[in-house]
């Protein structure tokens, strides 16, 4: 992924803001030389070319940002900040480094749903340039596994009493768009866990509640907020996916709740790894593992084991990757039916099956000779096992496993079963919208590149070529 371009963009945040106030250019300059003068600020000279030059992109001097901001929160009778308009300046506190407060907590999702629900979704790829990674992502997040809930009620006037059926509620809602998610991808749906996602947020900021409903409040609402982090990084939204993911992170801390939390860090693992930062996915693995240590049901050590594998596998480590896989087989044998909380449903037999067949179809590409042969064996047959025994609403998986075979066959020389694994994919792109898939296509079609010169190689390619660039 490139850089972001340098040239200046349109603050359509700003533009937004001005918009639902109704306010002219000229109209929103004359309010903050208003306030300016009220505040004892003179030489402002603020006038509708300054607001043209600013909707263009231009950053205003010190204090005109407070202004605006100051202006606009009047206007709109919102508690806006400085990210909800454009702008540069203290926002609340609202990224990565955000401490772990229940106020931190609700402004940094607060603020992330506004801002996302005011934009127009885009697949502009400079997007994933902003997603932080290495260090800067891992070392504000360590805190996590140590971290406890900070107790301090949000200030506030008070609302009505809820207790624990409209936490069900939620929980029901959060179940409803995981189901929509694996049946059409995150595209469609996206939108609408964002909106109920602040819907959430305003009980949080404006109801009464026990300690106990207070405590599954913050799950739900993390939990929530993961499904919307989710859709956003199926839809090819990595900033704002990363910076949901983490606000999620800080919920689940309120509610002290390890369980979510290594869930939505296994989220983010699988996002760095589609980035191609599978360093940065072990690290997020293992810092899920040690902050859930002794509360991780079997399911989901099975899942961070498994995923283990395939990262080990990406970075070529194929004796780790193996052992891994094997730790992901013996934790998935103590699975009771029936006694896995409701976010890890998804993690099946099949699912198991699927994420091993594709480790060992990703380290078949690291060996030669008799290993490679065991390992793409090992691949079709375990991805195999995986599409036969998918539930009928996993489309989207469906999708992955047929992908998946496709490119274990590649590894294997196969260009035929290739093409026919990749046809069942094409055939599934109406019903199943998610740019984790098509961009998979794309890696399937890099791939296919040493096969170009035969008949079958670049019907392949040709294929998917035209598959991909009727999504975008």
């Not at 992924?1 to 300059?29: E, F, I, V, Y």
């Not at 179940?175 to 947020?201: I, P, W, Y």
């Not at 989901?300 to 480590?317: H, K, P, V």
């Not at 670049?458 to 991909?468: F, G, S």
Request: hydrophobic share 40%; aromatic share 4%.
């Amino acid at each position: 992924m490139g850089r972001p371009p340098l040239d200046k963009q349109p603050n359509a945040p700003l533009a937004h803001w001005m918009t639902q106030c109704g306010l002219s250019r000229n109209r929103l300059a004359r309010l903050v030389t208003q306030r300016g003068a009220q505040q004892g600020i003179s030489g402002l000279a603020t006038d509708e070319s300054r607001v043209r030059a600013w909707l263009k992109g231009s950053i205003p001097r010190d204090p005109v940002p407070r202004l605006i901001l100051e202006v606009l929160s009047a206007e709109t009778g919102k508690d806006l900040t400085y990210a909800d308009l454009g702008l540069p300046g203290e926002s609340g506190q609202t990224g990565i480094r955000s401490p772990w407060t229940r106020t931190a907590a609700i402004a940094a999702l607060s603020h992330i749903i506004r801002s996302e629900l005011m934009l127009p979704d885009t697949r502009n790829d400079a997007d994933a340039a902003t997603v932080l990674t290495g260090h800067d992502l891992l070392e504000p997040l360590q805190e996590w596994a140590l971290s406890q809930p900070d107790g301090a009620t949000p200030q506030g006037p008070p609302g009505r009493h809820i207790g624990m059926p409209e936490v069900e509620g939620i929980r029901n809602i959060t179940s409803s768009f995981r189901t929509l998610d694996n049946m059409h991808g995150g595209v469609l749906s996206r939108s609408a866990v964002l909106a109920q996602t602040e819907a959430v947020l305003d009980l949080l900021r404006t109801s009464t509640y026990t300690e106990a409903v207070g405590q599954a409040l913050w799950s739900a609402a993390a939990d929530l907020a993961s499904v919307a982090g989710w859709m956003s990084f199926d839809a090819g939204r990595h900033g704002i996916a990363q910076r949901t993911f983490v606000s999620a992170l800080h919920a689940a801390a309120e509610a002290d709740d390890k369980r979510i939390g290594a869930h939505i860090l296994q989220c983010m693992a699988r996002q760095m790894s589609h980035l191609g930062h599978p360093e940065d996915a072990l690290d997020l693995v293992a810092l899920a593992q040690y902050g859930g240590r002794r509360r991780l049901t079997p399911a989901a050590t099975s899942m961070l084991f498994a995923l283990e594998a395939r990262f080990q596998a990406i970075i070529g480590r194929v004796s780790d990757s193996d052992t891994a896989a094997g730790r992901a087989l013996d934790a998935y044998e103590r699975v009771e039916t029936g006694s896995e909380d409701p976010h890890m449903d998804f993690f099946d037999l099949p699912e198991l099956h699927a994420t091993l067949g594709m480790a060992h179809q990703i380290a078949a590409k690291h060996v030669q000779g008799p290993a490679r042969t065991s390992h793409v064996r090992r691949s079709r047959d375990l991805v195999s096992a995986a599409l036969a025994a998918r539930p009928g609403h996993r489309r989207r998986s469906m999708a992955f496993d047929h992908l998946g075979l496709a490119r274990t066959h590649l590894a294997g020389g196969e260009v035929d079963g290739a093409a026919e694994e990749t046809v069942h994919c094409l055939d599934m792109l109406g019903a199943v919208q998610s740019r984790r898939v098509t961009d998979r296509l794309g890696e399937l079609y890099d791939e296919a590149e040493p096969f170009a010169s035969t008949a079958a190689g670049r019907e392949l390619r040709e294929q998917i070529h035209e598959a991909v660039l009727a999504t975008r």
